[in-house]
C-alpha cells in the first residue's frame, strides 16, 4: 500500500511538471532554440530531478523537445519546411472543429468568447508578449472545446506543442500587420450564425495570417545571422 501511494504521488508530481511545460510550450513562453538542463529547471520549479526528468523524455516522446548531452534538452527550431507543413494540418484540424462548434456552440458559450476576444486585444495593446499569447491561447481553445470533440482537442492540442514555440515571432508590436482580432471577428459572427464553414474559412485564415508573420520574422533573422557572419 506504501508503495502505491509513492508510485500516484511522483506520478502526479510528474504530471504537474509536464502541464507546465506543455502550457510553456503552448502558450509560445519557450522559444525556438531554449535550452532546458534538468537541474536548473528542477531549482526553478521547486520540486526534485526526477519528475523534471521524467517529465522532459514524456514531452521528448511526443516530439515537442529534443533530448541533448548532459542532462540537458532543447525546445527545436523548425525548419520553414516544417512549419508550412504544420500550419497546413492544423488548418485540416482546426477547421474541423471550428465547423463542429459552429453547430454546437451555445449562447452563453459565445458571449464567454466575446469577453476572452476583448482580453486578448486588450493584450496585444500592451508591452506583455507573454499575457498576449496565453488570451491567444485561452480564446482559441475556448473555441475548441465548443466542438465537443476531446479526442480531436487533443490532437490540436499536440500541434499547439510543436507550434507554440514560434509564436514569439507574432511580437513585438511592430508586426502591425497581423490580422488575427479580424479572422477572430469574423469567427465570432460565424458563430453567431451557426455557419460551420465560415468559422472554418476564419480559423484558416488565422493560421495563415500568424503563419506568414512567423516565417517572414524566421528568415529575417537568418538574413541578419547571415550578413553578420
Request: charged residues 25%; contains cysteine; glycine residues 6%.
Amino acid at each position: 500500500m506504501s508503495f502505491g501511494i509513492q508510485t500516484t504521488q511522483r506520478r502526479s508530481l510528474v504530471e504537474q511538471v509536464e502541464g507546465e511545460l506543455r502550457d510553456a510550450l503552448i502558450e509560445g513562453r519557450l522559444e525556438p532554440g531554449t535550452r532546458l538542463v534538468t537541474r536548473d529547471l528542477a531549482e526553478t520549479l521547486g520540486t526534485s530531478i526526477t519528475p523534471v526528468r521524467e517529465a522532459l523524455v514524456r514531452l521528448v516522446a511526443s516530439g515537442a523537445l529534443r533530448a541533448e548531452p548532459a542532462q540537458s534538452f532543447r525546445v527545436p527550431r523548425l525548419t520553414e519546411g516544417e512549419l508550412i507543413e504544420l500550419a497546413q494540418i492544423r488548418k485540416a484540424v482546426e477547421g474541423l472543429a471550428a465547423r463542429e462548434a459552429a453547430q454546437k456552440i451555445t449562447a452563453p458559450e459565445i458571449a464567454q468568447m466575446r469577453v476572452l476576444l476583448a482580453e486578448y486585444i486588450a493584450a496585444r495593446g500592451k508591452d506583455d508578449p507573454h499575457h498576449a499569447l496565453r488570451c491567444n491561447r485561452q480564446f482559441r481553445f475556448a473555441l475548441y472545446e465548443c466542438a465537443k470533440m476531446p479526442h480531436l482537442q487533443q490532437v490540436i492540442e499536440t500541434l499547439w506543442l510543436k507550434s507554440g514555440p514560434g509564436f514569439n515571432y507574432l511580437f513585438p508590436q511592430h508586426h502591425n500587420d497581423f490580422t488575427g482580432h479580424r479572422n477572430y471577428e469574423d469567427l465570432i459572427k460565424a458563430l453567431e450564425a451557426a455557419d460551420g464553414e465560415a468559422a472554418n474559412l476564419a480559423i484558416c485564415h488565422a493560421i495563415e495570417d500568424g503563419s506568414d508573420v512567423v516565417l517572414r520574422a524566421m528568415r529575417a533573422m537568418e538574413a541578419a545571422t547571415a550578413s553578420a557572419s
